[in-house]
């Protein structure tokens, strides 16, 4: 074995596969108990499986039946756009699909549950292969154009007069699920539904881009020409893409309409398609956790802010504020401020500023923290050895290179990942000391205000090394 190849040797299978994973399932876990966890904390007496009674823990299982959708659905989109390269203004249009064909078959045929369920996504795969055919002659943004008039027309025949004894024009469809999966009777076990087809919708995208196949899709995404002339038939892979996007957007509008009980014009509406793409640029595009984190922050983040009388109250070292502010009247105001900041200040989104940050902050951990202690007490890199997969041998002779820069130097020369490290460790700090996770919050936030500036200058520092290099 030669030194290149012991140096990358990996850890024991089982600390790897926890490391790769734990968040995870550490993720999972909470799910599964949220609301267990909420009925906990607001001291509920009423169980959270109670048909009658609308306790705290059943209103935050509807909220999370939403996140469970929604992220679903920008899962499906950042494969297609993230991961494909393939801009689609139309995305709504199997979101509806999957809206409207449960109601209309279950409602208007009386067909069974499941028959509808299975009919919805069979026509969600349908209208892909028509769009793969499609990208076949059309790219960029006239592909993208394609979409959206595909898209633009169901939403108008939705609309219709002529088709109201079927769509119900602009008021839509009502209907009622199955007691076992209805929100009023039993909400709880729609909770969990939803949550195990987001885990479903995740892991399959997952599984797919670790594999040879989503190597390709992201050779497609970066120079689709030269993946043609490796040998790979683009069209296949565009193919896959496409109709696995347009799978789970469907399966999304199902949980949809299953959790809403109706069908409306707005399911294939512009705002499907928006909706998901917001999501994916603020949680990070081509990251598998990015579109769900943007989901979830939105939808949560909504629910905290869009109240009528919302009481602000900051109280830091520097200033003191306390009023109330109509967050229904400016919430889409605020959420387009905020969406321009994540564009400007955090252009890889938030996965994508997280992993950069944490790859930073371990090659300095690694430079400054762990070389200097093995090279104090070399038996420490035996000890670690199964947790970081790199032999004694190896970890001592890196010790003893000295760090290309001084701490003072690696600041500078990574300006972002020591703003962002010393923002979250302090904050996090500071709310384990006061067991607070507000003060954290304010105290993160207001680190983030006070560092706007500098980010600017760095960020115009970045793009004009890369004009001039």
């Known amino acids: 074995m030669t030194q290149t190849e012991n140096r990358l040797r990996r850890r024991h299978p089982l600390v790897q596969t926890l490391y790769d994973n734990w968040p995870y399932v ?17 001291n509920s007496e009423v169980a959270p499986d109670s048909p009658r009674i609308v306790s705290e823990s059943k209103f935050w299982q509807g909220v999370m039946i939403e996140v469970f959708t929604l992220a679903v659905l920008a899962v499906s989109y950042n494969l297609m756009f993230g991961f ?13 699909t999957g809206v409207y064909t449960v109601a209309i078959l279950v409602s208007e045929y009386q067909k069974s549950f499941e028959v509808s369920i299975i009919v919805a996504l069979a026509l969600g795969v349908l209208i892909a292969l028509i769009w793969s055919m499609a990208s ?3 790219r960029g943004v006239y592909f993208a154009m394609f979409t959206l008039a595909f898209a ?14 079927l769509t119900g024009g602009d008021d839509g469809i009502t209907w009622t699920a199955p007691d076992w999966i209805n929100a009023v009777k039993n909400r709880l076990t729609l909770y969990y539904v939803a949550m195990a087809v987001f885990v479903f919708a995740f892991m399959l995208v997952r599984r797919l881009m670790n594999s040879p196949s989503g190597k390709v899709l992201i050779a497609l995404r970066d120079n689709p020409v030269r993946a043609e002339t490796l040998g790979f038939n683009i069209y296949l892979y565009r193919t896959l893409s496409i109709v696995v996007s347009g799978f789970l957007a469907t399966f999304a509008g199902v949980m949809h309409t299953v959790n809403f009980r109706q069908a409306e014009p707005t399911a294939l509406g512009l705002g499907r398609t928006v909706d998901p793409l917001i999501m994916s640029l603020i949680g990070g595009i081509g990251t598998n956790p990015g579109p769900v984190l943007g989901a979830g922050l939105l939808r949560i983040g909504e629910q905290f802010l869009r109240k009528e009388d919302l009481q602000v109250d900051l109280n830091f070292i520097i200033f003191r504020l306390s009023t109330t502010v109509d967050a229904e009247k400016y919430w889409s105001v605020a959420l387009g401020i905020a969406f321009i900041l994540f564009v400007l200040l955090i252009p890889y989104g938030l996965i994508g500023s997280l992993n950069k940050t944490w790859i930073e902050i371990r090659r300095w951990m690694r430079k400054y923290f762990y070389n200097p202690l093995v090279k104090q ?40 990942a020591a703003m962002n490290g010393a923002t979250a460790v302090i904050g996090v700090l500071i709310g384990l000391l006061s067991w607070s996770w507000r003060v954290a919050v304010s105290w993160m936030l207001f ?12 960020l115009g520092r970045r793009f004009q090394k890369k004009r001039t290099g």
Do not use: M
């Not at 550490?26 to 607001?42: E, G, M, Q, S």
């Open 26 to 42: 550490l993720a999972l876990i909470l799910l599964w108990r949220f609301p267990y966890i909420v009925a906990d904390i607001t």
């Open 84 to 96: 494909t390269g393939l801009i689609s203004f139309g995305h709504g249009v199997f979101f509806g």
């Open 136 to 138: 076949f002659r059309l």
């Open 152 to 165: 633009q027309i169901f939403y108008e025949l939705s609309r219709l007069t002529l088709f109201k004894f």
């Open 377 to 416: 007490y070399p038996q420490l890199a035996t000890w670690a050895e199964p947790f970081t997969g790199e032999p004694p041998e190896v970890a001592k002779a890196l010790a003893h290179i000295p760090p290309e820069h001084d701490l003072k130097g690696w600041v500078l020369a990574y300006p972002f």
């Open 447 to 458: 680190l983030l205000l006070i560092s706007v500036p500098l980010r600017i200058i760095a």
